[in-house]
């Protein structure tokens, strides 16, 4: 079964750096989205992607952070000036195209900020 | 009032019975309605959509819908130990964002 790949699975930065988590999509999906799970808590939407544009962006999603599609497969989000709030655990999610069908999870990255 | 509404549990089953989760949500304009299970430390699984109201089955589940009540539940029968997870339940209105339950925790003693 099709899956959706994340590198790396765990991420040690020095706050203030820069990190980029990777994200290789379903081959077929059109829809990409970023989540995000604090330790303990629930998982929160961060942006959505679509036709090369970011169609939607919450309000955690401010200037720190980034995405893009360098070569028409990975999807990126870049984190710059890391905090010590940003570990989290950092999960790809793709969509088919239709307007109802599921989002599937990679398996997620850890970022741990010291 | 939160988005998406889940008993954080535990809730505590034996083996072979009858697990019955429940969600409610806020927004009425949801189009789409998903369960996802998550083991300790790993990503959500999606084990059940539903998008129209009534029940849908498979295999050992059941998810259930009741857009005038904005409810969700998802029924697990013949519960098993390897069902013992975090079962999230998450709300979109169409390819929109996922909006997600803080979870419910599931335990399934032998």
């Known amino acids: 079964e099709p899956e959706v790949t994340q590198t790396p699975s765990h991420q040690v930065t020095q706050m203030g750096q820069e990190v980029i988590l990777r994200c290789v999509p379903i081959s077929n999906h059109l829809y990409f989205y970023w989540y995000r799970q604090i330790l303990g808590q629930k998982v929160e939407f961060l942006v959505s992607?679509?036709?090369?544009?970011?169609?939607?962006k919450s309000e955690i999603f401010d200037d720190q952070f980034s995405v893009e599609r360098p070569d028409g497969s990975n999807f990126t989000l870049k984190i710059r000036s890391t905090k010590l709030e940003d570990s989290a655990m950092y999960f790809c999610?793709?969509?088919?195209?239709?307007?109802?069908?599921?989002?599937?999870f990679g398996d997620g990255t850890r970022l741990s900020i010291l | 009032q939160k988005e998406v509404e889940q008993n954080s549990g535990p809730l505590s089953v034996p083996e072979g019975a009858i697990a019955s989760l429940n969600c409610t949500y806020s927004d009425r304009g949801s189009q789409s309605f998903f369960w996802y299970r998550q083991y300790s430390g790993k990503s959500p699984e999606l084990i059940m959509s539903?998008?129209?109201?009534g029940d849908k089955e498979d295999g050992r589940f059941t998810a259930q819908l009741n857009k005038a009540s904005q409810y969700v539940s998802l029924l697990i029968r013949d519960s098993q130990p390897s069902d013992s997870a975090t079962y999230l339940c998450?709300?979109?209105?169409?390819?929109?964002?996922?909006?997600f339950g803080t979870g419910t925790r599931l335990l399934v003693s032998p």
């Open positions: 539903i998008y129209s109201n």
């Open positions: 998450a709300v979109s209105r169409g390819f929109q964002k996922l909006v």
């Open positions: 992607f679509y036709n090369n544009e970011i169609s939607e």
């Open positions: 999610a793709t969509g088919d195209i239709g307007s109802n069908q599921p989002q599937h």
